[in-house]
């Protein structure tokens, strides 16, 4: 199957700071990528859209100004939780169907941790 | 939108016995449902998924069915391990994404297997 690599696999930062997420795909283009976030015990919610040279389409209740996503190529997804808070401590997943395909393939996803 | 409602929340079998996920959806222009396992900390591994124009799918222990009529699908684990214990998650395409990848998941289950 196809592979999509997240990075970093985990990140503790402070308060008010920023943090970045990259999302990969590396077999494959893809033109869409999907990002997650995922509490406890709870399941995978989506957060946005992220669509390669248009500007991401963002879920309900979602911030876009907090939640920067960037799809630079057709390889490449990023998310930047600005000023972040202990609140979105969280696990972040980004999934990626190939270019016309169904099936989402998953990265490894980001614990972050907010402090 | 679309809704994804998954039964049970928790599911606690003995090792060898047979355990049932099911989910129902609302969007009837769903034609994609593919069902993941997810372990502690890691991203959402595709098991087997099933496409509109079938009923039933099965892959060795695993099994999918699919009833269009009533809008539901289930995932059927025959001769459950131990390695079976996680969380499984059934998801459907977002209402209007063209099943494009773009997946609302249901609430998820845990499943335990007792050695």
């Known amino acids: 199957g196809a592979v999509v690599s997240q990075h970093p696999s985990w990140v503790i930062c402070k308060s008010g700071t920023s943090v970045k997420i990259e999302c990969r795909s590396l077999?494959?283009?893809?033109?869409?990528m999907f990002w997650y976030r995922q509490f406890p015990k709870q399941s995978l919610m989506l957060m946005a859209t992220?669509?390669?040279?248009?500007?991401?389409?963002?879920e309900q209740g979602v911030e876009k100004d907090k939640f920067l996503i960037n799809h630079a190529s057709l390889t490449l997804s990023t998310l930047t939780v600005t000023s972040a808070h202990p609140e979105d401590s969280s696990f972040y997943i980004c999934?990626?169907?190939?270019?016309?395909?169904?099936?989402?393939?998953f990265g490894q996803g980001t614990r972050l941790t907010v402090v | 939108g679309e809704n994804v409602e998954q039964h049970p929340s928790t599911l606690s079998v003995q090792e060898g016995d047979s355990a049932v996920i099911k989910c129902t959806y609302s969007?009837?222009?769903?034609?994609?449902f593919p069902w993941y396992k997810q372990e502690l900390g890691k991203r959402p591994q595709l098991i087997i998924d099933?496409?509109?124009?079938?009923g039933e799918k099965k892959d060795q222990r695993i099994a999918v069915t699919l009833n269009k009529t009533a809008k539901h699908f289930s995932l059927h684990i025959t001769e459950t391990q131990p390695e079976d214990s996680a969380v499984y998650f059934c998801?459907?395409?977002?209402?209007?994404?063209?099943?494009?990848?773009?997946?609302?998941f249901g609430q998820g289950t845990t499943l335990q297997v007792k050695p």
């Open positions: 077999d494959f283009q893809a033109t869409t």
């Open positions: 099933i496409r509109s124009n079938v």
């Open positions: 969007d009837s222009a769903s034609n994609y």
């Open positions: 992220s669509n390669e040279g248009s500007k991401a389409t963002y």
């Open positions: 998801a459907a395409p977002l209402a209007g994404s063209g099943n494009t990848g773009k997946l609302i």
């Open positions: 999934s990626a169907p190939p270019r016309g395909g169904t099936e989402a393939f």
